[in-house]
């Protein structure tokens, strides 16, 4: 992407006023610039829930990881986020009126494919609904309530029963029975409470 197209895109983004919006037109951004180096980026965390949900849950900041690279270099990290304007690193940026965060590794448990969103500059990688739904679940409940994540869970879990968002609720109950999460039973009251809100059937229920 050349220099013209990136600033040309930095002023759309810069000028955004729904955040949800600005953060895909961002993560479409970064994306499509990582990839010209072979990286390929995912959302991860709130914001891919915020992103998902269509803003039902503003996450407030952008969170990508990467998936295929062990690393990315403190340097290209730099550059990369350079041709941006902007500020700070190596992991933090200001750029175009939000916080981006470039975090490690993407963590999936998850034997579903990514969910793939079209953004303005090109494909954006979503993390897999099933991984956070448990995430933000254990988060919820370990090592103390929290309330935040538990709204975010929430407003995922309503989202998906609702059929807007598919959500595989067997590898729901696979992954947080693994050792990484043995959140169980706490995956099962959460979407159970929001299935009798809404006054449909509970998933995990056999027929």
């Known amino acids: 992407m050349d220099a013209s197209k990136i600033k040309s895109a930095l002023a759309d983004i810069t000028a955004e006023q729904d955040p949800t919006i ?7 951004l970064c ?12 959302v991860v965390g709130g914001s891919a829930i915020e992103i998902l949900t269509e803003g039902a849950y503003a ?23 350079g041709l941006l304007g902007a500020k700070g690193g190596p992991r933090n940026w200001q750029v175009a009126g939000m916080f981006v965060d470039m975090l490690g590794p993407a963590e999936s448990f998850a034997r579903t494919p990514y969910r793939r969103v ?7 990688q979503v993390m897999k609904a099933e991984d ?33 968002v598919p959500m595989n609720w067997d590898e729901v109950l696979r992954v947080a029975n693994l050792p990484e999460y043995r959140n169980v039973n706490e995956c099962k009251a959460l979407v159970n409470e929001v299935a ?3 006054k449909i059937k509970r998933p995990f229920d056999s027929d």
């Open 22 to 28: 600005k953060s895909l037109k961002m993560a479409s």
């Open 31 to 42: 994306s499509a610039l990582w990839l010209e180096r072979g990286v390929e980026l995912v």
């Open 59 to 81: 996450s407030g900041d952008l969170d990508m990881c990467h998936i295929n690279k062990a690393t990315l270099p403190i340097r290209e990290r730099q550059e990369i986020m």
């Open 118 to 124: 079209q953004g303005p500059f090109g494909e954006v």
């Open 132 to 164: 956070l739904l448990v995430e933000r679940v254990l988060i919820s409940v370990y090592p103390g309530e929290n309330l935040t994540a538990r709204d975010c869970a929430r407003e995922l879990a309503v989202v998906a029963l609702a059929g807007a």
């Open 196 to 198: 009798d809100e809404l």
